[in-house]
């Protein structure tokens, strides 16, 4: 068994990725990443090309929703 790579996360939601990860993945700043939900359980993935075409047109989509206001008015969920 492998030991278990930690990560602390943020008030504001955010974690570092083990460069242990990063290194096997091939990720750079600026890639993006999918996580993958299966039982409780989270996979983390290099985004593909279609996960970043999707994203690119929710980014588009909810651009409205893309204020400081909202940013405060939805920051603990």
Excluded: C, Y
Excluded at 43 to 61: H, I, P, V, Y
């Amino acid at each position: 068994m492998t030991k278990p790579l930690l990560s602390r996360l943020t008030s504001r939601g955010h974690a570092t990725i083990p460069v242990e990860v990063r290194k096997a993945l091939k990720l750079a700043a600026g890639d993006r990443v999918a996580f993958e939900l299966n039982g409780g359980k989270v996979s983390l993935r290099k985004a593909d090309m279609l996960d970043r075409a999707f994203l690119q047109l929710a980014e588009t989509a909810f651009e409205e929703w893309n204020s400081p206001e909202d940013e405060a008015a939805f920051r603990d969920l």
